[in-house]
């Protein structure tokens, strides 16, 4: 039995701009807790992956926002 086609469905109208921003400040606040918590020296690696997930979200905000400029 054949499959009846159904159209594609809308894309779903996002605030791509926000929710980059809520996850590089989420990286942010654990940064610093972890800054002031100081983890023990085998777990230093959490502190460079919030660094990484901050340049992340640093970078996404700007390709997200770089159509827009045009």
């Known amino acids: 039995m054949k499959q009846q086609w159904h159209p594609d469905p809308e894309p779903i109208k996002t605030n791509d701009t ?9 990286w942010g606040v654990a940064l610093v807790l972890l800054l002031i918590l100081r983890p023990a020296p085998e777990h230093q690696w959490w502190i460079w992956t919030c660094v990484t ?16 400029r045009r």
């Open 18 to 26: 926000a929710a980059i921003a809520i996850g590089t400040a989420a």
């Open 53 to 68: 997930g901050i340049a992340f979200g640093l970078f996404g905000l700007w390709f997200v926002n770089r159509p827009a």
